[in-house]
């Protein structure tokens, strides 16, 4: 589902804040959310107990709109879920043109929406470009503020080293397959918008985080295909 929102939730002073167009497109904007609302969003995680584990793409755990404990944890708080409805809106569609990419050479279909959540020690995402039926991808990083980037977290872009099996929806390959290109910085309330293309692989590296500090996400996935 695509909502109407006629909440402004975007934060006044947002700015593009990390840039790369080679090999592919990734934006960063900080701050995303007004300060408020991103507090907020910190403070109402879903508990990892209500949230599954998702071995086949790294170390991490996830609560996204087909699970069955979804629907009840946003419902439960009016105002996440007034958040929620706004990250999946017209208005996050006119953010995207804002800062990011002119939609209307695109047929935005439908965005998807989840919760992530890479354990401290080991956490991780393996390489991947993304599925095809993708447009643009957009990660929010739920850091504090003391949040330290030796710790990791970052949306890293990687170049396969070796030939790519891609008869497959989802290719993925090793860690050691691939060379860093460049890390989004994983610093509070920023939004992370990457362009979907067949080179469009990243990841996110082993964690190395004291006991306790998980690194805490929020996914929008815009869906549809290029008019």
Known sequence: LKYRSKLDLLHPEAKIVFKRTDPFYVVAVRPFLKDDEYSFLMESLPPLEIMSYVEAVGHKYCLAEEHANFEQFILNNNRLFQCYRWLKSDKMEETVNRFFLDLSKYRVRKMKFEFSALP??????????????????????????????????????????????????YPRVAFDEVELIDRAPFEPNTMVFMLRSDISYHCVYPMTAPEGRWRNSVTINLIGKRL
Do not use: N
Not at 132 to 151: C, F, P
């Open 120 to 169: 401290p020690e080991g956490g991780h995402l393996t390489p991947h470009p993304a599925t095809t039926k993708k447009i643009v991808t957009g990660v929010l990083y739920l850091a504090s503020d003391d949040w330290r980037q030796e710790w990791g977290g970052q949306f890293s872009m990687v170049r396969p080293l070796v030939a790519i099996d891609d008869t497959g929806e």
